[in-house]
C-alpha cells in the first residue's frame, strides 16, 4: 500500500475534531513543518491522555502497534500507532508524557499545553503544532541520546 501522507493527515485530524479532542502535531513532522529537510517518516500526534481510550477505540482497526506505557530512556509515554493507507501515525499522551534529562538527572514533564500551539498550514489545513521552542528543547533532549543524525538534522533546522 502507497504511503499518502496527505491523506491520513487529513483523515485523523478530521477525526479528532469531530470529537473535539485537543491535540497538536509533534516529533518529526513537526521539525518537517517547521523547515527540517528530513523526509517525513511518521505522523506524531500527542493528545491528553484523558482522551487516549477515545480515540483508541475510535481508530481500532487501524491500530498496528500499542497501546503500551512506553517506559525507557528517554521516554514515559503511552503510545499506540496507526497505519492508515501506509502511513503510519504515533498518538502520544502528551500531557502526561515525561523525559529523562541527563544534565538534571531527572525525569521532566514534556511540553503539553495544546492551547499555545502554533498555526500552521499543511497540506491545505490549518493545523495546530507544537510551539518551535518547545519543539527545540525536545529535539535537543533526544539528540543526547541518540547517535543518528536525523535529530541533529532537525535541531539544526529549528535553529535556522
Same mark, same amino acid.
Given at each position: 500500500?502507497?504511503?499518502?501522507?496527505?491523506?491520513?493527515?487529513?483523515?485523523?485530524?478530521?477525526?479528532?475534531?469531530?470529537?473535539?479532542? #485537543?491535540?497538536?502535531?509533534?516529533?518529526?513532522?513537526?521539525?518537517?513543518?517547521?523547515?527540517?529537510?528530513?523526509?517525513?517518516?511518521?505522523?506524531?500526534?500527542?493528545?491528553?491522555?484523558?482522551?487516549?481510550?477515545?480515540?483508541?477505540?475510535?481508530?481500532?482497526?487501524?491500530?498496528?502497534?500499542?497501546?503500551?506505557?512506553?517506559?525507557?530512556?528517554?521516554?514515559?509515554?503511552?503510545?499506540?500507532?496507526?497505519?492508515?493507507?501506509?502511513?503510519?501515525?504515533?498518538?502520544?499522551?502528551?500531557?502526561?508524557?515525561?523525559?529523562?534529562?541527563?544534565?538534571?538527572?531527572?525525569?521532566?514533564?514534556? #511540553?503539553?499545553?495544546?492551547?499555545?500551539?502554533?498555526?500552521?498550514?499543511?497540506?491545505?489545513?490549518?493545523?495546530?503544532?507544537?510551539?518551535?521552542?518547545?519543539?527545540?528543547?525536545?529535539?535537543?533532549?533526544?539528540?543526547?541520546?541518540?547517535?543518528?543524525?536525523?535529530?541533529?538534522?532537525?535541531?539544526?533546522?529549528?535553529?535556522?
Amino acid at each position: 500500500m502507497a504511503k499518502s501522507t496527505k491523506e491520513a493527515l487529513h483523515w485523523i485530524v478530521n477525526l479528532l475534531r469531530k470529537h473535539k479532542i #485537543p491535540f497538536y502535531i509533534s516529533g518529526g513532522f513537526a521539525a518537517h513543518i517547521y523547515g527540517s529537510p528530513r523526509p517525513i517518516n511518521d505522523i506524531d500526534i500527542d493528545i491528553p491522555e484523558k482522551h487516549f481510550q477515545n480515540v483508541l477505540q475510535t481508530t481500532r482497526k487501524y491500530v498496528t502497534w500499542g497501546p503500551e506505557k512506553h517506559l525507557h530512556r528517554p521516554w514515559d509515554v503511552h503510545v499506540f500507532t496507526l497505519t492508515y493507507k501506509g502511513q503510519e501515525i504515533d498518538i502520544s499522551s502528551g500531557d502526561t508524557m515525561r523525559f529523562y534529562d541527563k544534565k538534571k538527572k531527572r525525569w521532566t514533564l514534556g #511540553p503539553s499545553n495544546f492551547s499555545t500551539a502554533a498555526r500552521k498550514k499543511v497540506f491545505d489545513i490549518i493545523v495546530p503544532v507544537i510551539p518551535k521552542k518547545d519543539l527545540l528543547t525536545y529535539k535537543l533532549l533526544l539528540e543526547s541520546y541518540s547517535s543518528k543524525p536525523h535529530q541533529k538534522i532537525d535541531v539544526d533546522a529549528l535553529y535556522s
